[in-house]
């Protein structure tokens, strides 16, 4: 951030914007910090000093990720593979980088940059798990994991059950006040993935139907 706001001091040239200019600057930076953790893993993920100095982004995720043992007990490998560079691939894992911006009423717009990876049981009945690790986020987290558990339930066929697992560890933010940022947060988080979890499963229930009808 010190070395974007160094660049947007220097002279423009005819016709350049600084927003323009800054999110071409932004749009550059995460490019690189994308590259160097494909390259190296957790050990490239920020470190954050806006609301608490040297917070270690890398160190937060391996604590939500320790919390979240129970779920990886059949797929330690997978675990293994989360703390990696997603470059050192391992059968029956697909793994994609993206960034998204999130606006919400009430908050600051969220640019992120998250990895999603997915492992497919390699027998029956063996679940298949899907984790989102944050790699970078401009507000609020300092780093998040979801994880979600689909396994086929032979007992009623055709069956899924879904247990989905949302790990977050926030700024330093004001709660229990005025100013109660943290649980605005958490009440929109949880609206949120309440919606997600109705519309996957509308979506789900629709497409079998279509294959069925």
Same mark, same amino acid.
């Given at each position: 951030?010190?070395?974007?706001?160094?660049?947007?001091?220097?002279?423009?040239?005819?016709?350049?914007? #600084?927003?323009? $200019?800054?999110?071409?600057?932004?749009?550059?930076?995460?490019?690189?910090?994308?590259?160097?953790?494909?390259?190296?893993?957790?050990?490239?993920?920020?470190?954050?000093?806006?609301?608490? $100095?040297?917070?270690?982004?890398?160190?937060?995720?391996?604590?939500?990720? &320790?919390?979240?043992?129970?779920?990886?007990?059949?797929?330690?490998?997978?675990?293994?593979?989360?703390?990696?560079?997603?470059?050192?691939?391992?059968?029956?894992?697909?793994?994609?980088?993206?960034?998204?911006?999130?606006?919400?009423?009430?908050?600051?717009?969220?640019?992120?940059?998250?990895?999603?990876?997915?492992?497919?049981? &390699?027998?029956?009945?063996?679940?298949?798990?899907?984790?989102?690790?944050?790699?970078?986020?401009?507000?609020?987290?300092?780093?998040?994991?979801?994880?979600?558990?689909?396994?086929?339930?032979?007992?009623?066929?055709?069956?899924?059950?879904?247990?989905?697992?949302? $790990?977050?560890?926030?700024?330093?933010?004001?709660?229990?006040?005025?100013?109660?940022?943290?649980?605005?947060?958490?009440?929109?988080?949880?609206?949120?993935?309440?919606?997600?979890?109705?519309?996957?499963?509308?979506?789900?229930?629709? #497409?079998?139907?279509?294959?069925?009808?």
């Amino acid at each position: 951030m010190t070395a974007i706001a160094s660049a947007l001091a220097q002279p423009r040239g005819p016709g350049q914007l #600084a927003p323009a $200019r800054a999110d071409s600057l932004i749009r550059l930076w995460l490019l690189g910090l994308v590259g160097d953790y494909w390259t190296r893993g957790d050990s490239a993920l920020p470190v954050y000093d806006d609301t608490r $100095r040297g917070e270690r982004s890398a160190l937060g995720f391996r604590q939500l990720l &320790a919390e979240n043992a129970p779920l990886f007990r059949d797929a330690p490998r997978f675990m293994t593979y989360l703390t990696d560079s997603p470059a050192r691939l391992i059968d029956g894992v697909a793994t994609t980088l993206y960034w998204a911006t999130d606006s919400r009423p009430g908050l600051k717009p969220i640019l992120s940059v998250s990895q999603l990876s997915t492992l497919r049981g &390699a027998g029956a009945g063996e679940p298949m798990l899907i984790a989102t690790k944050q790699l970078y986020a401009s507000h609020y987290f300092d780093s998040w994991l979801d994880v979600a558990a689909l396994v086929d339930d032979h007992a009623r066929t055709p069956s899924t059950d879904v247990v989905v697992v949302r $790990r977050v560890r926030f700024d330093h933010l004001p709660g229990r006040s005025l100013f109660d940022v943290r649980g605005r947060i958490v009440r929109k988080m949880r609206d949120a993935l309440r919606d997600e979890l109705i519309h996957t499963r509308q979506s789900a229930e629709a #497409a079998y139907e279509g294959l069925h009808s």
